[in-house]
């Protein structure tokens, strides 16, 4: 899972980490999978496509959840920059025999309509562009909501890791299934 600080567990226990708990989810569910953490917090999708090569390693693996955006939305970054470096990162990763899906972000409301529109549109664009499965919003049913995050109202506490585990859970399921 290449992303920001929701992968990377920011601020809660490392076992509360959202790829810790989905590859949990996702053996109790009879799927033999080991779900690789490559959150960094604080990430762009600039950062990510930065590290994408070194993430992947010698023995890349056969599938990737892509979850990159939140900070630059946070940020205010160019929604443009976002696209082309998601993008690459997509491209990379099917040219080395990856098979990625796309967790899609949405922009917070005090960006504005325009940005939040055009920022909202690079994921669905993207995937239709790649061919690969989206995940419309990773922080679905959880964004907005005090208590399932920490105290910054931005990242997710276990509960909410837990929320959005069990949302993703069989979109990622019916991924894996190749379908």
Do not use: C
Request: proline share 7%; no cysteine.
């Amino acid at each position: 899972m290449l992303g920001d600080s929701l992968s990377a567990g920011y601020n809660i226990q490392a076992r509360e980490a959202f790829p810790v708990r989905l590859e949990a989810a996702l053996r109790a569910a009879g799927v033999d999978v080991q779900v690789v953490n490559a959150g960094v917090s604080g990430d762009t999708s600039a950062g990510g496509l930065a590290r994408v090569d070194w993430a992947l390693g010698q023995r890349p693996p056969e599938f990737a959840l892509v979850a990159l955006g939140a900070n630059d939305g946070l940020r205010g970054l160019d929604v443009d920059a976002m696209e082309r470096n998601l993008d690459r990162i997509l491209e990379r990763m099917k040219a080395r025999g990856v098979k990625p899906m796309l967790a899609g972000m949405l922009a917070p409301p005090n960006m504005g309509t325009e940005y939040r529109d055009r920022f909202a549109a690079v994921f669905p664009r993207l995937a239709a562009k790649h061919g690969v499965p989206l995940y419309p919003f990773l922080l679905e049913g959880v964004a907005a909501r005090p208590e399932l995050n920490l105290s910054d109202g931005i990242h997710p506490n276990g509960q909410g890791v837990d929320t959005m585990v069990a949302n993703i859970l069989p979109h990622v399921r019916r991924f894996l299934a190749g379908g």
